[in-house]
């Protein structure tokens, strides 16, 4: 299952049952280690980051603070 298909059948829940398995989504993740969560997150502002510069919008500070936490990662 794909995780589009799994978020609309999660969607299908009862808000109880969404809140729930939230909860339990949300809780898993704090079981991460430091290393693997700045990881994630590096990988999420680096998504980001790609969506901001493809959009069109002005400036490119954010590429200095990317490369700062590369180097930091490695």
């Given amino acids: ?21 939230a909860e339990r989504l949300l809780a898993s993740l704090e ?17 980001r980051d790609e969506a901001w510069e493809s959009s069109g919008a002005p400036g490119n500070a954010a590429a200095d603070v990317f490369r700062e936490a590369r180097a930091r990662l490695k």
């Fill in 31 to 47: 079981t991460l280690s430091d290393e693997e969560n700045a990881r994630l997150w590096a990988e999420e502002a680096q998504q």
């Fill in 1 to 21: 299952m794909s995780i589009d298909e799994l978020e609309a059948e999660a969607l299908k829940l009862a808000p109880a049952a969404r809140a729930r398995f």
